[in-house]
């Protein structure tokens, strides 16, 4: 069977949330109400099999006028290793680059995978002095998880901070 890879739909979240769930069971990803995947919708692209299916999701966020994020990248069980993430990743790295983003941050347990994309880990802080007093005022765990926040560290215990210059 194949696949195809479109941006989400507002009737796609339910199935969005269903296939997120057993990974945050697993602490793998952080979860989100509905109502912020309801938000966020536009940001969500997914992938479905020939019956439609959905079989993986994945988000572009963005956090600054160059920087982007990769959020919530997850594929079906009986999916993995058959180019479903590589697909949402290249779609979203293809909506970053349309956006003018040129550089990609992840918080992930997957490092091969994101290294095999082009993701580098990183331990110093990436942005300057004065757009790191802009971005800390966000709300955004996501933002937090970047700036690498004490506040997010017993969600992200373990997770990897990596980063993609396109």
């Known amino acids: 069977m194949s696949f195809t890879v479109r941006p989400a739909r507002t009737s796609d979240i339910p199935a969005i949330q269903s296939l997120v769930e057993p990974l945050v069971q697993r602490r793998i990803l952080l979860g989100k109400e509905r109502v912020v995947f309801y938000e966020a919708v536009q940001e969500f692209r997914v992938a479905t099999d020939d019956d439609g299916v959905l079989i993986g999701c994945g988000a572009l966020h963005v956090m600054w006028e160059d920087l982007g994020e990769v959020r919530t990248l997850a594929v079906a069980d009986e999916w993995l290793h058959r180019g479903v993430g590589h697909a949402i990743l290249s779609d979203i790295e293809s909506a970053a680059s349309a956006l003018g983003l040129t550089r990609l941050f992840c918080l992930t347990f997957e490092t091969e995978f994101f290294s095999r994309h082009g993701f580098a880990p990183i331990e110093d802080d990436i942005v300057s ?10 709300q955004d765990e996501g933002i937090a998880e970047f700036l690498d926040l004490s506040r997010v560290k017993p969600n992200t215990l373990g997770n990897t901070r990596m980063l993609k210059a396109m």
Request: a neutral charge.
């Open 129 to 138: 002095a004065d757009v790191y007093s802009q971005l800390v005022r966000s």
